[in-house]
């Protein structure tokens, strides 16, 4: 999803706010917040079931 990646490019590398972010993508800091979350936790689970190959 576009404003998937957006936001995860907005916030770690242009470092800007869940608000700066929610007023670029015309969603609400809360709405950001949310969706924020939501990536980090499915990318976390993708690369848990991936840890193995790497031996740990």
Not at 2 to 25: V, W
Not at 38 to 46: A, D, F, K
């Amino acid at each position: 999803n576009r404003n998937e990646r957006l936001i995860i490019i907005l916030y770690y590398y242009e470092e800007l706010t869940m608000k700066e972010i929610g007023t670029t993508l015309d969603l609400s800091e809360s709405r950001v917040s949310q969706m924020h979350s939501s990536i980090v936790q499915r990318l976390q689970g993708q690369l848990g079931r991936r840890r193995p190959e790497f031996g740990t």
